[in-house]
């Protein structure tokens, strides 16, 4: 039969872990509890789960981002996760390169381009002053001579789903989407204006007011200019939620034909609106809206229709439900009112109703 032997050989040596390898394997200590020979804080903070901790993580991850904020327009995500190793040597490399890949993914940096500034280097001959027109210059000149038949993916034209790198989840779904909320708001109002600045220079944007995609009501789209745009997302300048609200009264008498009490006759009511309008504020006005700029597209597009009127002649069955929708409508088509988020309407002191921007998508979810 086989058989098998196994001999244990003992030795003695001596070893030095490099810098390199110590840095991946150092160990923390957690400030709060005092727990040591922790590998990664990220890790500690979310296994304990306490509020505490949870608190200590979420402050933690406020100061990353910003600091990565700062430095990821200038610098590559290899420079950042040095910065940052020095700044919180608390964090493993592989934390701070993951930290540094969604925070990019967010702020919709190319990381691709991010990384490129790496591989070209700052002293590339290519940064040179007149170096890029050169270059430019010789591209067109081998194109016009046809010496470019050797480039696979250039001039040749092998492009979208023809291309080899071509991706339809990376691709089509966002251009097709940016071209879908283009065209769907161009039918409201001219798109080819900054709504906050007024700039026709610019690339314009349709910026999503709440950040849903999902909610694709005129009143949520804006047309904006790439700064302006930016300062809706970039962290360093975006402000936080805030309502703001007004309120107006007209006096009007309306009768409801569907109605089998006192109400299917002829009668009138002293009705108030509240209109509440939800934005970030503005980094540089402090505000969400100006008052008097809501005041003027209320009054001007509702008030002065409704007051001393029959709502008949204007809503067929105006109930407070329908003058509602009417209401909304009417601010967000013809008064391009943004950002609406709210609408109250009071019959009397103690009926009211409201709508949100909920409810008005849950009809115009079939319209899409």
């Not at 110590?22 to 903070?45: G, Q």
């Not at 107006?248 to 009668?267: E, I, T, V």
Request: charged letters at 25%; proline letters at 3%.
């Amino acid at each position: 039969m086989k058989t098998s032997v196994t001999k244990i050989i003992r030795f003695e040596t001596a070893h030095q872990l490099t810098d390199s390898y110590s840095k991946e394997t150092k160990t923390y200590t957690c400030p709060l509890c005092r727990r040591e020979n922790l590998n990664s804080m990220f890790s500690h903070c979310s296994n304990k789960g306490d509020a505490v901790h949870l608190e200590f993580l979420n402050k933690l991850d406020k100061e990353i981002n910003t600091k990565i904020d700062r430095l990821l327009p200038k610098h590559m995500s290899i420079e950042i996760n040095e910065k940052l190793q020095k700044l919180l040597p608390s964090l493993t490399p592989v934390v701070i390169a993951n930290k540094i890949r969604s925070r990019a993914k967010e702020l919709g940096f190319n990381t691709r381009k991010v990384a490129g500034k790496k591989r070209q280097g700052q002293g590339n001959l290519v940064h040179n002053e007149g170096v890029k027109e050169k270059i430019a210059q010789s591209v067109k000149d081998r194109w016009e001579e046809g010496r470019y038949d050797d480039r696979i993916n250039g001039m040749l034209g092998i492009l979208g789903p023809l291309s080899p790198r071509y991706d339809p989840k990376a691709h089509t779904i966002e251009h097709k989407g940016l071209r879908y909320f283009n065209s769907f708001l161009k039918e409201f109002q001219n798109i080819d204006v900054c709504a906050r600045c007024g700039s026709t220079n610019n690339k314009i944007n349709v910026h999503h007011i709440d950040e849903d995609h999902n909610n694709f009501l005129p009143s949520n789209l804006e047309p904006l200019c790439v700064p302006c745009h930016m300062s809706n997302h970039y962290s360093q300048v975006k402000q936080m939620y805030c309502t703001i609200g007004k309120d107006f009264f007209f006096a009007a008498a309306h009768q409801l034909p569907n109605h089998k009490g006192m109400c299917q006759y002829l009668h009138g009511h002293e009705w108030k609106i509240r209109v509440e309008i939800r934005k970030r504020i503005d980094h540089k006005t402090g505000m969400v809206m100006d008052f008097s700029d809501l005041k003027s597209i209320v009054n001007t597009h509702i008030i002065s229709i409704l007051d001393h009127n029959t709502l008949n002649e204007i809503i067929y069955n105006p109930t407070a439900e329908n003058i509602l929708v009417w209401i909304w409508e009417r601010l967000m088509f013809d008064g391009l009112l943004k950002g609406i988020h709210k609408i109250h309407l009071w019959e009397s002191k103690d009926s009211k109703a409201t709508i949100t921007k909920e409810d008005m998508l849950s009809v115009f979810i079939g319209r899409k």
